[in-house]
């Protein structure tokens, strides 16, 4: 495949020192740089970073498999080069692959119709011209905007010149959230995504509550990742990642053995999934306590029997302090290695 490369020359007093701090900082994101001959390279999920310091500028290229990807990018790099400059003002000028009015992995849909699978989990199916990009056997997820109510003209963010993202002015903003692509149909041009409907809705539970066909919104990506081929998997969850653990599941070698957890309020809130014979499905119900405050899932993780080979992989997904306690678990007690795991938070608890 031939990657995109774009290049900028950043004329700094103290490029070293700008270097240094995004190295640091993709250190605490986890993510690893390898120094040859003085080059920093970094490898994202969008694709691959390289930084190199001369006399007064550091000199970025970036690489990706496609625009949308490379955008992303230079999205990423340019907005923690202002962010880390430290009082400098970088002037960010990228040659190769100029953007145009919106971004390459962004496309506007429109609602068609929506249903109730449960009480608490609404289907809404949207229709689009040339929605063939989120079509991903790895990359599940979306970002999705939804517009300030009765904006009759939505508004998206658009690339600015030195790469970052243009917002629209506040009373117009669309609010970024991000979903599970349940199903795509390329060729009928739908894409059906699993709204939970939960207390306090925000603007994405708000959308699957009110929105009437017709109704617009954005969508960009694909992103994320997915579980790596493993023969015994472990599947945790709660009910934000029912869409994912549906689509994994589906998608599974037939045998693949392990174990599903999934929280959810109730017995009502259950859905019929299709999953090899050898994966085992749990639900665990929480009944009237708040999603998000129980112990339950990192509890049923805990109990969890693992085989007795390496062959392993877990993917987490839930509250972010649920995911947290998990995670420390599958590191610290079980041991897992990076590439043996992903864990996720999918929603933030706010205590009012
Ligand atoms: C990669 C990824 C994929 C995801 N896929 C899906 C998906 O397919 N379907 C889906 O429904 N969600 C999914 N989520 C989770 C979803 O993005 C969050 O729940 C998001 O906060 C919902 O936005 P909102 O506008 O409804 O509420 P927000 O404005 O974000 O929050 C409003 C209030 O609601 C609370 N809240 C938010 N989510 C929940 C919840 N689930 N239960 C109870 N309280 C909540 C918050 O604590 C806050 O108090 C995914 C998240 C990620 C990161």
Redesign the pocket.
């Known amino acids: 495949m031939d990657w995109l490369i774009s290049e900028t020359r950043i004329t700094l007093v103290d490029p070293a020192g700008l270097a240094a701090r995004m190295v640091e900082h993709l250190a605490e994101h986890e993510v690893a740089v390898e120094t040859n001959n003085g080059v920093m390279v970094a490898r994202l999920p969008y694709g691959t970073s390289t930084l190199a310091v001369e006399a007064e500028a550091l000199r970025i290229r970036v690489e990706a498999a496609d625009k949308g990807n490379l955008e992303v990018l230079r999205s990423v790099v340019a907005s923690h080069v202002v962010e880390l400059a430290d009082g400098e003002t970088p002037t960010i000028v990228w040659l190769g692959h100029e953007s145009g009015s919106t971004f390459a992995n962004f496309r506007e849909v429109r609602l068609k119709a929506s249903f109730d699978l449960t009480p608490h989990m609404r289907r809404l199916t949207f229709v689009g011209d040339d929605i063939a990009r989120f079509a991903s056997n790895t990359d599940l997820?979306v970002r999705m905007y939804f517009p300030p109510d009765g904006l009759e003209n939505p508004e998206w963010p658009r690339p600015a010149p030195d790469g970052r993202v243009l917002w629209p002015e506040p009373d117009r903003r669309p609010?970024p959230?991000?979903?599970?692509i349940r199903r795509i149909d390329t060729r009928a041009g739908e894409i059906d995504?699993?709204?939970?409907l939960?207390?306090?809705?925000?603007?994405?539970?708000?959308f699957a509550l009110k929105a009437q066909p017709g109704a617009i919104c954005g969508m960009a990506g694909p992103l994320?990742r997915s579980i790596r081929p493993a023969r015994w998997l472990l599947l945790a969850g709660d009910?934000?990642a029912l869409?994912?653990i549906a689509r994994i599941l589906e998608d599974l070698p037939a045998a693949t053995s392990g174990e599903v957890l999934i929280e959810v309020a109730d017995a009502s809130e259950e859905l019929a999934l299709t999953a090899p014979s050898g994966m085992s499905i749990r639900w665990l119900h929480r009944g009237n306590a708040l999603?998000?405050s129980t112990q339950l899932l990192a509890e049923a993780v805990n109990n969890v029997r693992w085989p007795d080979h390496p062959d392993v992989f877990a993917w987490v997904a839930a509250e972010t302090q649920a995911v947290r306690t998990i995670r420390k678990y599958l590191r610290d007690a079980r041991h897992l290695a990076r590439e043996q795991h992903l864990t996720?938070a999918?929603?933030?608890?706010?205590q009012s």
């Open positions: 997820h609010a959230r991000y979903y599970t995504i699993d709204f939970v939960h207390e306090q809705a925000g603007p994405g539970s708000d994320g009910e934000t869409p994912a999603p998000g996720v999918y929603w933030n608890l706010r």
